[in-house]
């Protein structure tokens, strides 16, 4: 599967950005998807993970921030990011498992070229 992320930007602390990772391919529905994300000078960080059940499951540092959702019939997966914050800044980037057991930051194989969001204070 090949991931395209998009919507990252420029916003103000407290704003708002959606972003959206489209996929290709013919089993999406079978994928669970997640979002990383890598701050400069930092290691990547788990953001949250969309299991193909539709199950959810956030970092301790998004939680009732960030929104993730899924429509298999586009092939997509968004995260909705509110209350944002500067520290929020990074490069986002969505991965894709395949066949994968549990809830948590591994196993994941394919990965999308990444968004930058920025938030300025």
């Known amino acids: 599967v090949q991931l395209q992320a998009s919507g990252g930007g420029l916003v103000q602390a407290g704003g708002s950005l959606r972003l959206s990772c489209v996929a290709s391919?013919?089993?999406?529905?079978?994928?669970?998807m997640g979002w990383f994300r890598q701050a400069p000078g930092k290691e990547r960080e788990f953001v949250v993970g969309?299991?193909?059940?539709?199950?959810?499951y956030y970092g301790d540092s998004v939680k009732a921030r960030f929104t993730v959702s899924r429509d298999n019939a586009k092939k997509s997966v968004y995260l909705q990011m509110s209350s944002l914050k500067p520290e929020d800044t990074a490069v986002y980037y969505c991965?894709?498992?395949?066949?994968?057991?549990?809830?948590?930051?591994?196993?994941?194989?394919?990965w999308g070229q990444g968004t930058q969001v920025t938030v300025s204070s």
């Open positions: 991965a894709a498992r395949l066949g994968v057991s549990g809830y948590g930051d591994y196993g994941y194989d394919y």
């Open positions: 391919g013919r089993t999406f529905s079978r994928y669970d």
């Open positions: 969309i299991r193909w059940s539709g199950d959810t």
